[in-house]
């Protein structure tokens, strides 16, 4: 572990050198509107960073919301298909929340399962993710409850926490160490004690602030939703959802997507893979017409099953940061930090299997 | 608040209906609530923060709210519009709803704001509504509020877009348009957008790209404005379910400016006045007509 020190001033500095040297710096930054979004940054000013929490998560990064796979061209008598590159410029993300970045993590295990994604891989291995340790959104945030927290290192390759003037910063992964060391000189070494104590005081403070939101027993969790499948709770909080998606296009780790192939004229076309989300009719909709999951109840439960039960199921962890995009965007009010608190209530009465209808 | 609260009991107490939508407090403010026991009716507030619209929970092709029963709906000026939409083009029959109306003094543009209502948190809508009352209702409640405050109108906005050279207002929809990731938020939430199968869906053949790209994004959202021609209940849902923050009733607005010079018609509250997609009078201004 290497622990260092960098002003802010310094750190202005070292997006100028990044830049310079053709590497693109992605930073929470304002957008036209005034609200705050991941974008590609020129000058350290541009960065909104220990702002509010960008509207979208990191993962259009890795894995954009459309992509081409491939293009096509049909000559006389044969097709010639073009792939696309799959390896990246350097990418540095500086001053991602620790919620975006743990997501990227737990997404490499559904990415490289039974094949390797290599576009996914390819952006990965391109980019560099520079944590900021989190002062905490709102009453929606949950990330103490799904393993995770303000001041959580995974997924990060560098983790800084604020301190006064600049940010105390960690090397978590080995390119995270030899980006110290390639920018050693805009780096000083550790701080002072009473600097070191300040930044804990901070990532203990948020962290027990938004430990109050939410407490999960996420196996408990598990059990629960994997003997209630058709419990009333799914009939009865599911009302006011519109199916609209908007909760899946927001979250870190709602990772599905539809691949569509598109003509560009008549004899050639592009297939491309786009952003989908299990929250709409359409997902599960069969060619005979007949939907599996036929009405939104079903579509919600699929959501929450998916990142609390089935993902655990196979890759041992849940799929679920605690950043509360999902509650902040829904234009129906539903709330997946309550939903959970709703049913470990049902948890702690044993009412699973035994209230099913 | 407590003669709504009170009127809900009643209706679902006697059994004039099963379920009651309405708006209730919630972890972030106020949201959408589905009473159906006259005991849980205390559960209703109506205040600054019930922004959403709950005309499009209308919907008959929601089987999940359809099979409740039915409804009784509580509806602000802009909501009624959207009701009277529904009543309109067929979707609803008037004897299958009961309508609650509320006076209200304009919303939020996020129903988690506490308030007081500004210049600078008031929904787009609101600044110089003159529907704060609704017509169609059953029964009104509240007493009368407020003004919304002042603010700078959609239609202000519309006309600096229109003072625009092409080229400049064909850059801002790009950039504006570009943020687009094709959720489909603005469709699911619009109380007017419930067809069956929408046209953006289809797929032999995919008249609409689906990828997010500035292609597909501009043919969706000018099909969508196109469609809602003269429709539009002008509710703000769209805009305000935007996830990336879309400014989308400029698109709406715009167009119904349009239809109310060339048609005189502007949403209303009021179903017996026919939509112009679906009336025809000889008066149609028809000079494009070669």
């Known amino acids: 572990m290497i622990a260092k020190t960098i002003t802010a001033e310094e750190l202005g500095a070292l997006v100028a050198d990044l830049v310079s040297a053709g590497t693109r710096v992605i930073a929470p930054a304002r957008a036209a509107d005034g609200k705050v979004d991941y974008r590609a940054i020129t000058r350290f000013e541009e960065a909104a960073i220990g702002a509010e929490l960008p509207r979208r998560s990191l993962k259009e990064f ?7 796979l491939f293009s096509w061209h049909q000559g006389k008598g044969d097709v010639t298909v073009k792939p696309v590159a799959v390896s990246f410029p350097p990418h540095v993300v500086l001053g991602a929340r620790p919620c975006d970045a743990a997501a990227v993590e737990i997404l490499d295990r559904v990415m490289g399962w039974d094949y390797r994604d290599e576009l996914w891989f390819g952006r990965r291995e391109a980019t560099t993710i520079v944590s900021v340790a989190c002062p905490g959104v709102d009453g929606s945030c949950f990330c103490t409850a799904t393993g995770g927290g303000p001041d959580s290192k995974r997924g990060s390759d560098l983790m800084m926490v604020p301190v006064d003037g600049g940010y105390l910063v960690e090397a978590v992964t080995p390119k995270g160490q030899a980006f110290v060391g390639a920018h050693a000189a805009r780096f000083v070494d550790a701080a002072d004690a009473g600097t070191t104590a300040a930044a804990e005081a901070f990532r203990t403070g948020v962290r027990s602030r938004v430990a109050e939101h939410l407490t999960l027993s996420l196996p408990a969790l598990r059990r629960w939703l994997e003997g209630s499948f058709d419990h009333e709770l799914w009939r009865a909080i599911v009302l006011r959802c519109h199916g609209c998606g908007a909760c899946a296009s927001v979250c870190p780790t709602c990772h599905c997507f ?9 004899r050639a076309g592009t297939r491309r893979r786009n952003w989908d989300t299990c929250q709409t009719a359409r997902f599960t909709v069969h060619a005979s017409g007949h939907n599996p999951r036929a009405d939104q109840n079903a579509r919600f439960r699929q959501r929450v099953l998916h990142k609390f039960s089935i993902y655990p199921g196979r890759f041992g962890e849940v799929l679920c940061t605690g950043c509360g995009r999902c509650a902040r965007a829904c234009p129906g009010g539903m709330d997946l930090p309550e939903v ?18 | 608040m407590k003669e709504l609260q009170e009127l809900a009991r009643t209706l679902l107490s006697s059994g004039t209906v099963k379920v009651v939508f309405g708006w209730e407090e919630g972890p972030r403010g106020a949201r959408p609530a589905f009473i159906t026991d006259a005991a849980n009716a205390g559960r209703l507030v109506f205040d600054h923060r019930c922004s959403h619209t709950l005309a499009t929970y209308l919907s008959p092709r929601r089987p999940h ?38 006076r209200c003094g304009g919303v939020a543009a996020d129903p988690a704001d506490a308030g007081p209502l500004t210049a600078e948190n008031v929904a787009e809508r609101c600044p110089g509504c003159t529907a704060r009352e609704p017509h169609l209702a059953d029964h009104m409640v509240g007493e009368t509020k407020p003004e919304p405050p002042g603010a700078p109108t959609r239609d202000a906005r519309i006309a600096e877009l229109d003072a625009m050279s092409a080229p400049e207002r064909w850059a801002f ?63 703000g849902e ?11 009733g400029l698109l709406n607005r715009k167009i119904a400016g349009i239809v109310a010079d060339r048609f005189d018609y502007r949403a209303t509250d009021d179903p017996s006045v026919p939509a112009p997609i679906g009336a025809f009078s000889v008066s149609d201004r028809q000079e494009f007509i070669l």
Do not use: Y
Request: charged share 25%; hydrophobic share 40%.
């Open chain 1, 340 to 357: 959970l608190k709703t049913i470990t209530a049902l948890v702690g009465t044993g009412a699973s299997r035994e209230a099913a209808v």
């Open chain 2, 173 to 235: 929809w790009q950039a504006e348009l570009a943020r687009c990731i094709r959720c489909n938020a603005c469709r699911e939430v619009c109380p007017m957008c419930f067809c069956e199968r929408c046209v953006a869906d289809k797929t032999q053949p995919q008249w609409l790209e689906s990828s997010p790209h500035p292609r597909g994004n501009f043919a969706w959202h000018v099909t969508r404005a196109l469609h809602q021609a003269g429709r539009c209940a002008d509710c």
């Open chain 2, 65 to 102: 709210m359809t099979r409740l029963g039915k409804a009784a709906i509580v509806v602000k000026g802009c909501d009624a519009r959207a009701v009277a939409g529904l009543l309109r083009e067929a979707q609803v029959k008037r004897e299958d709803v009961v309508i609650i109306g509320v």
């Open chain 1, 258 to 266: 539809d691949i569509v192939d598109e003509p560009e004229g008549v």
């Open chain 1, 62 to 68: 890795f894995l954009p919301p459309t992509e081409p």
């Open chain 2, 238 to 248: 769209c805009a305000r379910a935007c996830p990336a923050g879309i400014p989308l």
